[in-house]
């Protein structure tokens, strides 16, 4: 996914059965945290590792995270708990739909094969141009598309 993260989070968000304040940044955190490691795979990794090797883009660390943390909030702070479970499902979304084109590490930390459900060929000049052009870009649009209806939908009422 190049462009669907942020919004995906927003669906997320506005299809969860429950309010909370807290549930719309969670889940917009969420859905974004992950690729915040571009910012070292561009400046200290000038691009040598493919960002999804990165912790951040791990589930078996956020697995591993989410079981520390969400018994704890279930015991001491149970108003905290659902914005958690937004955030938690927020960035296992983003693995999920990078797993469509881009590969991510579900063996980790057991193997380190990148799965991808689809192979993005680099047939254009510029890798970016590879996506947009391949037919799952029209996955991310009707993300988009969901998206601005729902918000469409709030904005009426």
């Known amino acids: ?3 669907a993260h942020l919004p995906s989070g927003y669906v997320l968000a506005r299809l969860a059965p429950e309010k909370h ?3 719309m940044p969670a889940a917009l955190i969420g859905a974004v945290l992950p690729d915040f490691d571009m910012l070292w795979f561009h400046f200290v ?13 791990v589930p078996a660390f956020w697995g591993a995270i989410a079981a520390l943390i969400l018994p704890v909030l279930a015991l001491f702070a ?5 914005p958690a479970l937004m955030f ?6 983003h693995m999920v ?12 930390p057991f193997n380190d094969h990148l799965y991808t459900l689809v192979h993005v060929p680099a047939v254009q ?12 870009f029209v996955l ?18």
């Not at 990794?45 to 883009?57: A, L, M, T």
């Not at 149970?78 to 659902?82: A, C, P, T």
């Not at 000049?125 to 799952?136: G, K, M, P, R």
């Not at 991310?140 to 009422?157: D, F, H, P, T, V």
């Open 125 to 136: 000049s510029h890798w970016v141009l590879s996506f947009l052009l391949h037919w799952t």
């Open 1 to 3: 996914m190049l462009t």
């Open 21 to 23: 304040r807290l549930l």
């Open 45 to 57: 990794d000038q691009g040598s590792i493919h960002h999804h090797r990165y912790w951040v883009h």
């Open 78 to 82: 149970r108003s905290q708990l659902l």
């Open 88 to 93: 938690f499902a927020a960035l296992f979304l």
């Open 97 to 108: 739909l990078d797993t469509i084109g881009g590969g991510i590490l579900w063996g980790a």
């Open 140 to 157: 991310e649009l009707g993300i988009w598309a969901l998206a601005l209806y729902l918000w469409r939908k709030r904005s009426r009422i």
